[in-house]
């Protein structure tokens, strides 16, 4: 018996050495199928526009899936869709028509070509987004771009990644709508009449419009429930737009202070610090290390309504920053 099972464990031993000889490990073990980039969700969020001038592009990105690259060119076509939108909005807004996401007018963006080819031995090819004129868009929007894989001019292709939402997002050197881009307030103070005034310890969420313009809350007043949350945006906020460097100091922009809607706000003179620039600060630390901030220094005066008194702000409102983060 025992001699029995010596020989069928020394055969089996034989069969699996043979087999290990003759098995190719460098043939492919998955297949070649095409998909488009996106995470779990099938949303590609990965990339943010520059709010340049002359606008910016991103990209859509179709992959090749397999362990090894194919051999010959694998052909990719796009094309429009809205599914994905339509169960975004439904998963997260329900019936709250006023929260849905939106699919970027085409004013707003070109593609070129729709049609390319994943070349033998690559992984991936990009079809080109040409972005421009994102200013005009709410911050306050969420905007996609629906695609989807053609069949019929597509090799094989995976289909449960077939589609994608990609979203726009944009910023400028001073915020961003990717992430909440908050600054807070130092040194800072409004006053209300006679009272004592007020020194906010809070901070405020700044939003990026265009090319060298943002938009934040007036003083220290909150959005509140969302579903106010817009009139009051468009009530109490106020535009920072950033020119040219001052003649007194080359290392500070000169900030124009304006109404986003309907906010009465005034200009009021520099006074000390507070002296209606944006600056670049560098903080040494008794070790020897530099910390940069950014900085709005402002002096201005605001009121909601033509019964109210007016507010005035003495503002500094600075957000940390790391100069090599930002060239990366």
Partial sequence: ????????????????????????????????????????????????????????????????????????????????????????????????????????PKKFYSIPETSNVIKPGEFQVKFPVILKDLEELSPDSIYFLNYRIDPVGTDAFNDNKKEVLFRIYKKNEFATTKTNTFYNYTSSYIYTGSETPRRPTSSNQVFPLGVNSVRLMAGDETFGEY????????????????????????????????????????????????????????????DGRANYYKEFRLHYKYRLTATDPYREV??????????RADLL
Avoid: W
Wanted: with cysteine.
């Fill in 1 to 104: 018996m025992k001699n029995n099972i010596s020989v069928i464990l020394v055969t089996l031993a034989l069969l699996a050495l043979h087999a290990c000889n003759s098995y190719d490990f460098e043939q492919e073990q998955y297949r070649n199928e095409i998909n488009l980039l996106s995470n779990s969700s099938l949303i590609y969020d990965r990339q943010v526009a520059d709010l340049k001038g002359e606008g910016d592009t991103l990209y859509l990105v179709a992959g090749l899936s397999g362990s090894q690259p194919s051999g010959k060119s694998m052909k990719v076509s796009i094309m429009e869709a809205d599914s994905l939108l339509k169960a975004y909005n439904k998963s997260n807004f329900d019936i709250d028509h006023a929260r849905f996401a939106k699919l970027l």
């Fill in 314 to 323: 003495q503002a500094i409102l600075r957000q940390e920053y790391n100069p």
């Fill in 227 to 286: 579903k106010s949350a817009l009139e009051k945006i468009n009530q109490r906020s106020i535009v920072l737009q950033v020119g040219e460097k001052t003649p007194q100091n080359p290392n500070a922009r000169k900030v124009t202070i304006s109404p986003y809607r309907t906010i009465d706000v005034q200009t009021m003179p520099p006074t000390g610090e507070y002296d209606n620039t944006f600056r670049i600060n560098v903080v040494s630390t008794p």
